[in-house]
């Protein structure tokens, strides 16, 4: 059997995606024939003096190709170059129009003069900079002469007989001329004065956030650490400080600041860290979604959802009292019909049959809240393997009409 040896299809010409200046068609263009970008802009400035076939070319290759995946910016001094090359495709394309509509050379020198005249300033302020050293000298000289050719430009512009502006006011067009000549003379100063502007705002704001997180390590961390040193000798205590500075450094670095009335997940952690710092037992939780705000504020549902966070808590607590394991885990799932809260602990577990009829924690506290919320809970267990709460709520559950029976102190609900 002979194998046949499909050609390897050609890569097709994309336009740059994070990369561009204008739309990326000069990039991509670059990137497809492994050539310089400045080559094939240039390629294309000369093509604009051809009556806009530069332009005609661009604007279709930015219509027929697609854009590409690349993320990486363009370097500032390759977008300052390409803006200055689209300002003599601009230039071109200008002297071109002049040509074919027969206007006079003498406008059409000024219009040059005054675009070159300002590259010339643009480059020499915006790239090269008013502080090169030995060369100071000659950036000086380079930005006096293109001055001199904008604002000789725009004397022969006005001073002209034969063009547009012969027939303007000349208060009005002294004023004017004065504009566009401080405009693009002043440009690299305004450009460089909002570079500035941006980065003295982006240091402002990496100040202030070192400043923050400086105050938050003090106030918690370093508090912490410090009582961990006095309390050394005391093992229970140093790992229940750890555990507790760890889960505020966490909820601090990637959780929301949510009040316990506000959300059921903040709710059901709110509950699980007070019964790890009241009986020592390490609690994991896990929340996967939320119920909404206008839940937990809707009167008719406040009752139910103070029931399923009550109902954890006693299974919580039960478990630190009872089942002698170090480690509880509490699973919390919020889907679209209901909620289900899951408490496991592996420690001794128990028998549920064999419980005495006056031990009333199970059947008051955790199933009979959780039927009077319109809710159920289940108890499995098995002795040395330890211990399952399931509770489940309906989401759009109505509550059920029965008397409220006496909650043990240490009960709570969302407040």
């Known amino acids: ?81 390409a803006y200055g090359l689209v300002v003599i495709g601009v230039m071109a394309l200008i002297g071109n129009l ?48 293109g001055a001199l050719f904008v604002i000789g430009g725009l004397v022969v512009m006005v001073a002209a007989p034969d063009t547009p502006l012969a027939g303007m006011n000349p208060i009005l067009l002294a004023v004017l001329v004065t504009i566009v000549g401080g405009v693009l003379l002043t440009v690299p100063v305004w450009m460089r004065m909002l570079r500035a502007l941006n980065e003295e705002r982006a240091a402002r704001i990496r100040t202030d956030e070192r400043e923050e997180i400086a105050s938050h390590l003090h106030d918690s961390v370093l508090q912490t650490l410090a009582l961990i040193q006095k309390q050394a000798s005391n093992p229970d205590t140093v790992a229940r400080l750890a555990r507790s500075q ?36 390490e609690i994991e939780t896990v929340t996967v979604g939320d119920v909404t705000a206008d839940e937990l504020r809707d009167p008719a549902r406040a009752r139910a959802w103070g029931a399923l966070v009550a109902a954890t808590r006693e299974a919580l607590v039960n478990a630190a009292k009872h089942s002698g394991a170090s480690t509880i885990d509490v699973y919390c799932e919020v889907v679209d019909d209901e909620v289900e809260v899951f408490v496991r602990d592996r420690g001794v577990g128990f028998d549920v049959d064999a419980v005495d009829p006056d031990r009333q924690g199970v059947a008051r506290s955790i199933r009979g809240r959780m039927e009077r919320a319109g809710g159920r809970a289940r108890v499995t267990s098995t002795p040395g393997r330890g211990t399952n709460v399931a509770l489940t709520l309906p989401r759009t559950a109505e509550l059920t009409e029965r008397p409220a029976d006496p909650r043990p102190e240490n009960d709570q609900e969302i407040a």
């Not at 300033?121 to 090169?132: F, I, K």
């Not at 601090?252 to 509950?271: C, T, Y």
């Open 98 to 145: 002049i040509v074919a509509s027969s206007a006079p050379a003498q406008s059409f020198l000024a219009v040059l003069f005054v675009l070159g005249g300002a590259a010339l300033v643009w480059r020499e302020a915006d790239v090269t900079g008013l502080s090169t050293g030995r060369s100071r000298l000659l950036t000086w000289s380079r930005l006096i002469l």
């Open 1 to 81: 059997m002979t194998s046949q040896i499909r050609p390897r299809p050609e890569p097709r010409l994309r336009r740059r995606s994070g990369g561009k200046v204008i739309a990326g068609v000069c990039g991509g263009v670059a990137d497809h024939l492994d050539v310089s970008v400045f080559r094939v802009r240039v390629v294309f400035v000369v093509l604009a003096a051809l009556a806009g076939a530069g332009v005609l070319a661009y604007a279709l290759l930015w219509f027929f190709c697609p854009a590409g995946d690349d993320t990486a910016p363009a370097e500032p001094r390759e977008r300052r170059q």
């Open 246 to 281: 760890e889960r505020e450094l966490r909820q601090w670095l990637f959780g929301d600041q949510a009040r316990p009335n506000e959300s059921l997940a903040a709710a059901i952690s709110a509950v699980a860290v007070e019964v790890e710092e009241t009986y020592g037992p």
